[in-house]
């Protein structure tokens, strides 16, 4: 091991009680977003800022998405740069200030917003998600900064608002109204991992949730003939819909399962009472396709198996989307991927794989916009769950993989600008 990497590694191992130390001010200061009756998450932004301050990281740059709900009417997200030996690319880290209500607070074993140490592990209400990856990137850039150190390419740690409930005030208002990414840029998002660290999540099937509504004409039920029985064209509906699985038989490796899903899920209720046909049946899709088909081919197919259902029990069959997310992939043959896997291998000593999943994640939005994006972190998933914890291994450990990614940086960009000069 050269004598940097070895000296800003042992500086990660050495930091460990301030590491637990900001855990603890995160934690105390909770981040709801006005849908679960939170304030967002300008208390917490301002405390890390404050945090930053403290510590001599460079001064953050801020931005603010307009939300009246929220405090002070806005949703902040802050940007805290390291300049790079190269200034041909960025490297980012994003991770998210919001976390979800603790739910039910009698399945805790503590006080969610107060900060708990046991034997090897942080507990309480958002130190996994997504505070680990969060502090993680932190103590990364502090000790480079401390050491004197440039990383490979320059750093830049973004930490944004509303991940929780659609990123609508965070990565996708940041994309949309400000210009922050280049075009070579690449970024990690600890956001999203298994226990051993094995699994580089670098493509999501398109999500599409649909509602159908099939109305006919309601009448007596003993008189079936005076009426047009929704329920039963309905029913047909969903049958019919699962020759989507024939028509879309691709498989994708990168994925479990492999190929795309057509399932039917929720189903409202229509009349009331036994004695009468419904003249209305709703139900919706959950959908989660393959990233290589594109979603206009199914939209098609779907139209002429309503078409059809339509004509031979003359109803009349209304299609809405309810959520749709369709997402690029990055690259299996990325430079930074093969960066992800060299450092995983040097800290960990396992042979990470790229993997594709069926959920949607931010990585979604950043990939659209053709940026390398890859979802990554050594976690137990205890997210959303009660008691969420973080283990102090993966604290550490995912701090040295971040470290060595800033080191590294991505391959076959050798321009390099001149180290300044201290002070």
């Known amino acids: 091991m050269d004598e940097t990497l070895q000296t800003i590694l042992s500086a990660i191992s050495n930091s460990l009680d301030d590491m637990i130390d900001l855990q603890r001010r995160l934690t105390a200061v909770p981040a709801l977003s006005p849908e679960s009756g939170g304030e967002g998450e300008m208390k917490k932004a301002l405390e890390l800022a404050s945090w930053l301050r403290e510590k001599g990281f460079p001064e953050p740059e801020w931005y603010f998405a307009p939300d009246d709900r929220a405090a002070e009417g806005k949703r902040p ?21 919001d976390v979800v209500p603790p739910g039910e607070e009698g399945l805790w074993k503590s006080d969610p917003f107060t900060l708990k140490v046991e034997s090897d592990r942080l507990i309480g209400r958002g130190v996994e998600d997504n505070q680990q990856g969060m502090v993680c990137s932190i103590f990364a850039v502090k000790a480079l900064l401390e050491a004197g ?40 998002v600890p956001d999203g991992g298994d226990p051993e660290g ?11 949730w649909l509602k159908f509504c099939v109305s ?17 064209a309905g029913s047909a509906l969903v049958c019919a819909l699962e020759k989507l699985k024939d028509l879309y038989p691709q498989q994708n490796s990168l994925f479990d399962p492999p190929g795309s899903t057509f ?14 046909l419904p003249g209305e049946d709703v139900f919706y899709l959950d959908s989660r396709i393959l990233p290589e088909i594109p979603l206009a081919e199914v939209f098609r197919s779907m139209d002429e198996i309503q078409e059809r259902i339509e004509k031979h029990y003359g109803v009349t069959i209304r299609r809405s989307e309810v959520q749709r997310t369709e997402s690029k992939a990055t690259p299996e043959d990325s430079g930074f991927l093969e960066v992800m896997k060299k450092v995983i291998l040097q800290e960990y000593g396992i042979q990470a794989r790229p993997v594709g999943i069926g959920g949607g994640t931010v990585g979604a939005y950043l990939r659209n916009y053709d940026l390398e994006t890859v979802v990554w972190s050594r976690i137990d998933e205890t997210a959303h769950m009660p008691n969420e914890y973080c283990k102090i ?31």
Not at 198 to 208: G, M, P, Q, V
């Open 77 to 97: 997200s802050l940007v805290v740069t390291l300049p790079g030996r190269s200034d041909k690319r960025n490297f980012w880290i994003m991770s998210h200030l």
């Open 393 to 423: 291994d993966n604290l550490l450990g995912d701090c040295r993989i971040m470290a060595r990614l800033m080191l590294q940086g991505y391959p076959g960009i050798p321009e390099e600008r001149k180290q300044p000069s201290p002070g």
């Open 149 to 188: 150190i440039m990383p490979a390419d320059t750093v830049k740690l973004l930490f944004v608002a509303d991940e929780e409930n659609g990123s609508v005030y965070g990565i996708q208002y940041l994309l949309a109204k400000e210009n922050l990414f280049g075009a070579r840029d690449y970024v990690l």
């Open 263 to 276: 399932v039917p899920t929720k189903k409202e209720a229509n009349v009331p009472n036994i004695n009468t």
């Open 216 to 232: 006919g004409k309601q009448c007596h039920a003993s008189r079936p003939d005076q009426g047009v029985n929704a329920f039963v």
């Open 198 to 208: 094995a699994t580089l999540e670098i493509a999501e099937k398109s999500t599409l």
